[in-house]
């Protein structure tokens, strides 16, 4: 699964947005290289609207008071956040401890988001919320440093799964009703799949 062109939306197949922002890095297991569909840091911005993370006030608030370089580094820091998800999601599919410096990151990126928020009122209760005048290039990276880390510590990563097909393998959540679900997209991989299973049943 690609997305070739760009501002082409996301796919935003799998559930989650830690588990989507994994997945930015597509055909992270096909022999001749994945592709980066972070490639700069509107598309994190994009990406964060799209997931629902950011607001379009947000988006506009961050735009006006972020400099290039600020926001270059945010972009850097997103894609090493993603990489340590990875390497933690992977691990949990595949049964296998995953490295001990990948959970450092995430836990580094989620104290420097948690010291960011603040205690608001929300309808009946005080909830962790962002700062109205919060407009830092970094905090997409915050609020998806944050979503990674309570889905790891969640009852929900017994739902992870990745896509069956070997060079995709898009992490999501299997909330079908017998959890049976395979494919990332069954319009995609799935139909590719079924169609390599049937030629090669057929071969000959």
């Known amino acids: 699964m690609s997305s ?10 799998a559930g989650h947005p830690a588990l989507d922002l994994v997945n930015t890095l597509d055909w992270r297991f096909r022999d001749n290289g994945p592709e980066e569909l972070l490639a700069s840091y509107d598309d994190l911005l994009r990406f964060s609207a799209e997931s629902g993370l950011l607001s379009g006030k947000q988006i506009r ?11 270059a580094d945010a972009l850097v820091s997103c894609r090493e956040l993603r990489e ?25 990126f989620f104290m420097q ?14 909830a962790w ?14 609020m998806l440093s944050i979503r990674s880390a309570r889905l790891m510590l ?3 990563m017994r739902l992870l799964r990745a896509c069956e097909k070997p060079d995709c393998r898009w992490l999501f959540l299997d909330t079908s009703k017998n ?26």
């Open 179 to 204: 959890h049976t679900r395979r494919w990332c997209d069954m319009k995609v991989c799935g139909n590719r799949m079924k169609a390599r299973r049937f030629k090669a049943q057929h071969k000959g």
């Open 61 to 71: 608030a961050i735009l006006r008071e972020s400099t290039q370089a600020a926001a």
């Open 113 to 126: 988001a948690c010291q960011r928020q603040r205690l608001a009122w929300s309808g009946s209760r005080l």
């Open 4 to 13: 070739s062109a760009q501002d082409q939306p996301f796919q935003l197949v």
């Open 84 to 108: 340590a998800a990875a390497e933690i999601f992977y691990a949990a599919v595949d049964s296998r401890t995953p490295p001990g410096s990948q959970i450092k990151i995430i836990e580094r």
């Open 129 to 142: 919320d962002w700062p109205a005048s919060e407009c830092s290039p970094d905090l997409p990276v915050w």
């Open 154 to 156: 969640s009852d929900e």
